[in-house]
């Protein structure tokens, strides 16, 4: 009998003591595994915060051309590129800096990645949806891969042979070998290039005295950032109505980039 109590009471130390280790395996590996998961999630947001893309924010037109013309001239001093065109480009392309394609990439003339691109990139909403477009570590080497694109691609190699400084015929040949599908871009960068005197820094390069242009097509104005209507129309000697009549508008809204009649 006392064999059997020493017995039964063996069985049920063991039994309990079983029991124990499993609840002590169940209970150790979630825990492990939020571990990991943590340790993951901080991982990928440090990543994250590695590849981020610093940008420079810009007031104004003025000071984006403040910011870029020493790079506008090295360019055209290398390439040939009239330093006007660039900064024209830059301007319209990125809305003078605070686009938010150029925001999120620091991509200043909305370079699409193209084959061969090896580069990052981003997905954009362009002419289509989803667009590959090009992404710089900092907005200078978007400067020069601009130039390089520009130089590598045999259907603006005529640009090259026009006469130096020449941005109208820049403008125009830009727009017939395929930059940009607005028609009106020619006129968009000219507008830009007598608004602002750009073409001062081509006049620097090629060692000439400047003097400002007025070309057919300065019967336009650009909209540029913090343009009204009413700004226009004061710069400019008119009335909002008589602006608003010259280009069919029914609301004062503008659009950065929008080309406004000036013609009475």
Same mark, same amino acid.
């Given at each position: 009998?006392?064999?059997?109590?020493?017995?039964?009471?063996?069985?049920?130390?063991?039994?309990?003591?079983?029991? %124990?280790?499993?609840?002590?395996?169940?209970? !150790?590996?979630?825990?492990?595994?939020?571990?990991?998961?943590?340790? *993951?999630?901080?991982?990928?947001?440090? *990543?994250?915060?590695?590849?981020?893309?610093?940008?420079?924010?810009?007031?104004?037109?003025? /000071?984006?051309?403040?910011?870029? +013309?020493?790079?506008?001239?090295?360019?055209?001093?290398?390439? %040939?590129?009239?330093?006007?065109?660039?900064?024209?480009?830059?301007?319209?392309?990125?809305?003078? @800096?605070?686009?938010?394609?150029?925001?999120?990439?620091?991509?200043?003339?909305?370079? &699409?990645?193209?084959?061969?691109?090896? @580069?990052?990139?981003?997905?954009?909403?362009? /002419?289509?949806?989803?667009?590959?477009?090009?992404?710089?570590? #900092?907005?200078?080497?978007?400067?020069? /891969?601009?130039?390089?694109?520009?130089?590598?691609?045999?259907?603006?190699?005529?640009?090259? #042979?026009?006469?130096?400084? /020449?941005?109208?015929?820049?403008?125009?040949?830009?727009?017939?070998?395929?930059?940009?599908?607005? *028609?009106?871009?020619?006129?968009?960068?000219?507008?830009?290039?007598?608004?602002?005197?750009? !073409?001062?820094?081509?006049?620097?390069?090629?060692?000439?005295?400047?003097?400002?242009? +007025? !070309?057919?097509?300065?019967? #336009?104005?650009?909209?540029?950032?913090?343009?009204?209507?009413?700004?226009?129309?004061? &710069?400019?000697?008119?009335?909002?109505?008589?602006?608003?009549?010259?280009?069919?508008?029914? !609301?004062?809204?503008?659009?950065? @980039?929008?080309?406004?009649?000036?013609?009475?």
């Amino acid at each position: 009998m006392k064999l059997k109590i020493v017995l039964i009471c063996l069985l049920t130390i063991g039994f309990l003591t079983s029991c %124990k280790s499993k609840k002590q395996v169940v209970h !150790s590996q979630p825990k492990t595994a939020h571990h990991k998961v943590v340790e *993951r999630t901080e991982e990928i947001a440090q *990543r994250e915060t590695e590849n981020e893309v610093k940008t420079t924010i810009f007031s104004s037109t003025e /000071d984006y051309i403040q910011f870029f +013309k020493e790079a506008a001239i090295e360019e055209m001093r290398i390439y %040939k590129i009239p330093a006007s065109i660039t900064l024209a480009q830059g301007i319209l392309e990125s809305s003078s @800096g605070n686009s938010e394609l150029t925001k999120r990439s620091n991509n200043h003339f909305g370079i &699409k990645c193209h084959k061969g691109w090896e @580069g990052n990139h981003t997905l954009y909403d362009d /002419d289509e949806k989803g667009e590959c477009f090009r992404v710089y570590d #900092n907005p200078t080497t978007s400067y020069r /891969d601009h130039s390089l694109f520009l130089t590598s691609r045999s259907r603006y190699s005529k640009l090259f #042979n026009l006469a130096p400084g /020449d941005y109208v015929s820049w403008a125009n040949g830009l727009s017939d070998a395929g930059y940009a599908t607005d *028609r009106r871009y020619p006129a968009k960068l000219i507008g830009l290039i007598e608004k602002f005197e750009l !073409s001062k820094y081509d006049a620097e390069v090629l060692g000439k005295s400047f003097v400002a242009q +007025k !070309s057919s097509k300065s019967s #336009n104005y650009i909209v540029v950032k913090g343009d009204t209507l009413y700004s226009i129309s004061k &710069k400019y000697d008119l009335s909002v109505e008589e602006l608003k009549k010259m280009n069919g508008l029914h !609301s004062n809204e503008i659009s950065i @980039g929008q080309t406004l009649s000036l013609t009475k």
